[in-house]
């Protein structure tokens, strides 16, 4: 049935099978990890100690098949920063490291590091990696990343190893349950959750000696930096990096616990600009109130510029080519004069109400000036609700998260879901009103533009 010296197999009369064709682990029908855009992905709850442990050896057995790992060769490890990577209640990196020693392999621990740092040390001596990380993905999940001894996991040795998977799971769900290691909640029973070798420094000197042996040992000679060390797993390392390359490195405090940052969020809302969203403006005041560092009403007032700088631009760019570009593509949507002329009247009405309530939903936010813009709201009523709406959102987020810390954090996704849903509600009543009295709303439309031209 097993071996700790080759693939395993098992016997699929053993295990009960769902009407849809799943395995099912003593009555219960665990939920399986997928492969997204960077190794597996998944709920907290649902990346089990048998389910790290299950994908684990399947991907260890097809890195056997494939050459990469013969019996008794070091797989290499790490893990960030988040509690369930490798944490007192729940440690994703000592499942993984038990499928390596029970797949006849040597654990080679390098702690906490980044991604690249131990991809870059896994490479340089021809081994397989897998990398305990939910990158920048929300606190409740996280991820599992495979490397092979020639570089990453591809999409085309994803069917292989969900086949080595699927074997692994058969086997585990088929044990008697007084052999199996995991408990019924698919946690690892008392005395059976290893104990991890201590961590290598190896790795991280060898990721840091690459960057001193590019630049030159003064490449920063001169500068100095105020460095505040967030939950990224690399920040001791950058620190130690920039120091050694001649920069006069300040820390100025560290994030006590891990805060995920979505970097790749920040886009949509201002155009494109790197401009304070809700998790940045929440994250620093976090940091304010937990450290004192940095003085609340500067962080609002920076967030208020930042995000009424990001308004103007749309603002701007809307009343430049509003036009020219519906002129050109308007037909495509039926949007035509009059359409335009209506459009103008009820931002002449309600304009600033749109601006200012936009600036509290994410995706309204980035085209409430562009629509400003282009149905010719005059710039001085633009300015005062953009700037209302910009300095009460900042103040508020701010304040919030500065009182109430890291729960807002976690709160913000949710706020921004139930503003989302309550506008677009009140937009499809609009819409509503106005597909059904829009004969009435364009002979108001063109009286009251006739007569704003007249004056």
């Known amino acids: 049935m097993t071996s700790a010296n080759g693939p395993v197999a098992a016997e699929e009369s ?70 369930s990577s490798d944490g007192p209640d729940r440690s994703v990196l000592r499942a993984v490291a038990r499928a390596i020693e029970d797949s006849g392999f040597q654990v080679d621990n390098l702690g906490r590091l980044p991604t690249p740092a131990l991809t870059f040390y896994a490479l340089q001596h021809r081994r397989a990696s897998v990398m305990v990380t939910g990158s920048h993905i929300p606190f409740d999940r996280n991820g599992i990343k495979f490397n092979r001894a020639t570089g990453e996991v591809l999409k085309s040795d994803e069917p292989g190893i969900l086949n080595a998977v699927r074997r692994l799971r058969l086997l585990e769900y088929s044990r008697p349950s007084a052999e199996s290691l995991f408990a019924d909640d698919g946690m690892f029973k008392d005395g059976q959750r290893p104990t991890l070798p201590p961590a290598s420094s190896q790795a991280r000197r060898d990721y840091v000696r690459r960057y001193l042996d590019f630049f030159r040992e003064d490449a920063l000679k001169g500068l100095r930096l105020v460095f505040y060390q967030h939950s990224a797993v690399g920040r001791d390392l950058l620190v130690e990096l920039l120091t050694n390359l001649g920069a006069l490195v300040i820390p100025m405090g560290r994030s006590e616990t891990f805060v995920p940052v979505d970097t790749e969020a920040l886009s949509a809302e201002n155009l494109g600009l790197p401009l304070p969203g809700e998790t940045i403006l929440v994250t620093a005041a976090i940091y304010a109130g937990t450290t004192h560092v940095l003085r609340l009403p500067l962080i609002i ?155």
């Open 14 to 83: 053993d295990t009960e099978i769902s009407k849809n064709g799943d395995p099912a682990f003593r009555g219960q029908h665990p939920a399986k990890l997928a492969f997204g855009t960077s190794g597996l992905r998944g709920l907290v709850t649902d990346i089990t100690d048998l389910e790290a442990y299950i994908n684990s050896r399947g991907f260890f057995d097809y890195a056997r098949e494939m050459g990469d790992a013969k019996t008794g060769d070091p797989i290499s490890i790490a893990s960030d920063l988040r509690p």
């Open 301 to 455: 007032l920076a967030a208020s510029a930042g995000a009424l700088a990001g308004s103007i631009v749309a603002f701007a760019i809307g009343r430049r080519y509003g036009d020219a570009l519906v002129g050109r593509y308007g037909r495509y949507i039926r949007l035509d004069e009059a359409k335009m002329r209506l459009g103008r009247y009820l931002f002449m009405r309600y304009g600033g109400a749109i601006v200012f309530l936009g600036r509290f939903v994410a995706f309204l936010r980035a085209l409430a000036g562009l629509l400003a813009g282009v149905n010719r709201m005059t710039t001085g009523r633009f300015l005062v609700y953009s700037g209302l709406g910009a300095a009460l959102w900042a103040s508020l987020f701010g304040v919030s998260g500065y009182v109430f810390g890291e729960r807002l954090e976690h709160a913000s996704r949710w706020i921004n879901v139930v503003s989302g849903v309550l506008v677009l509600t009140a937009v499809a009543a609009a819409f509503i009103f106005v597909r059904r009295n829009q004969t009435q709303l364009q002979m108001r439309a063109d009286r009251a533009l006739l007569h704003a031209a007249k004056h």
